[in-house]
């Protein structure tokens, strides 16, 4: 089995083509101040989290740009040859993954461009969505049925007698 983010033993390590001058120090650099800036965010959108209700767009606003942040700091993390081969083509994205950026996106575009509370919580649920599409489609094959069978007998219908031994 082999990483897709892996370095090929025909790919020489010489710096990245599509940012030659960046060395990988700075690019470690660069990626921890990312995954800094994200940590501040998910902090701060977590501060507003009781004031859910009263400050939703806020909150999505500082979700979404630490989300951005962290996917930042990870493609700073892969390298240029990775991403390169990603914008050329030659490796796909998942679509779940290419909703979730897109749904990221017009999150941070409700939230700061149109300022719409209603079409930021929008944006807020379908990258919510797709995020669990992500991490659910990352599942190993088996454990679909182990998922099913443990949220099915948490549903509101399953009843504390049938869930408890009593």
């Given amino acids: 089995m082999r990483w897709t983010w892996a370095r090929s033993t025909e790919e020489p390590m010489t710096r990245s083509a599509c940012l ?3 060395t990988r120090s700075q690019q470690l650099a660069a990626s921890g101040v990312c995954l800094l800036l994200a940590t501040l965010c998910f902090g701060l959108a977590a501060l507003y989290a009781p004031a859910l209700l009263l400050r939703a767009r806020k909150f999505a606003l500082l979700w979404s ?3 951005a942040l962290a996917l ?3 493609t700073l993390l892969r390298g240029g040859a990775a991403c ?3 914008l050329r083509g030659e490796e ?3 679509r779940p993954a290419l909703l979730y950026v897109v749904a990221l996106g017009a999150t941070l575009y409700a939230a700061l461009g149109l300022r719409s509370t209603l079409l930021t919580a929008l944006g807020a649920c379908a990258q919510v969505a797709a995020l669990l599409t992500v991490l659910f489609g990352w599942l190993p094959p088996g454990t679909n ?3 099913r069978l443990a949220l099915g007998r948490l ?3 399953a009843g504390l007698a049938k869930v408890l031994p009593v």
């Fill in 20 to 22: 030659p001058s960046v």
């Fill in 65 to 67: 740009l630490g989300s």
């Fill in 72 to 74: 930042a700091g990870g």
């Fill in 84 to 86: 390169g081969r990603l």
């Fill in 92 to 94: 796909a994205p998942s």
């Fill in 145 to 147: 049925t182990a998922l």
């Fill in 155 to 157: 549903s509101p219908g």
